[in-house]
């Protein structure tokens, strides 16, 4: 009985954390293309963007590895720890798990490359950054076709609207952006925090 309602709570767990992961990327996602496109959320400062972008993306990598280690956990389905970072290996469905295992191996690569930037130069790490714009629709597939809760009810409309929310925002950043303003740009170099240029942002 105490083991039914362990594998019953890391099911819950590892369902929760995964949908609000999904969510704060998507999150992620959006404030990285406005800060890429050098504009901000209404009524908030460039610099405040900037730091909402940074905190959700810490946030979410948390919630991702609580949704990872919850799964491997859980003893109702045999995921191995080999499985989570191993694509397409996996006995349980091998295709969409191995989708949340590739998923997971290109946000390890985006921190990594980040941390390592001024090693590895700017022009490197803008080019391997690109890789959070293929992790992010890998992760929604991974979630639509490994969560049967994803697909009904309101975790259906939250992530819909997450998703709805980053296709808004890569299309608005597909369109041409109009000229700054004299001294605009300016000035919201001088609002970054100390010691932040737009290249050493972490951002999409």
Avoid: C, E
Avoid at 157 to 179: D, F
């Amino acid at each position: 009985m105490s083991a039914l309602l362990a594998s019953g709570a890391l099911w819950y767990l590892s369902r929760g954390a995964g949908v609000i992961s999904l969510v704060l990327f998507s999150l992620v996602m959006v404030l990285g293309i406005l800060n890429r496109g050098g504009r901000t959320l209404p009524g908030m400062p460039r610099f405040a963007t900037y730091m909402l972008h940074r905190y959700a993306s810490l946030l979410a990598l948390s919630l991702l590895a609580v949704h990872v280690i919850s799964a491997v956990l859980d003893p109702y389905v045999t995921i191995r720890w080999v499985d989570a970072l191993v694509p397409f290996i996996s006995d349980y469905h091998p295709i969409w798990l191995g989708l949340g295992a590739l998923s997971l191996d290109l946000m390890i690569a985006l921190v990594v490359t980040s941390l390592l930037r001024k090693r590895i130069g700017a022009r490197t790490w803008r080019a391997l950054h690109w890789a959070a714009y293929l992790s992010w629709p890998v992760a929604v597939v991974h979630a639509f076709t490994m969560g049967p809760d994803v697909t009904s009810g309101a975790f259906l409309v939250v992530a819909l609207a997450a998703v709805g929310a980053s296709v808004a925002a890569l299309r608005w950043r597909s369109r041409p952006a109009r000229p700054a303003r004299p001294g605009v740009k300016a000035v919201a170099q001088q609002r970054l925090p100390s010691g932040t240029t737009r290249d050493s942002m972490l951002v999409p």
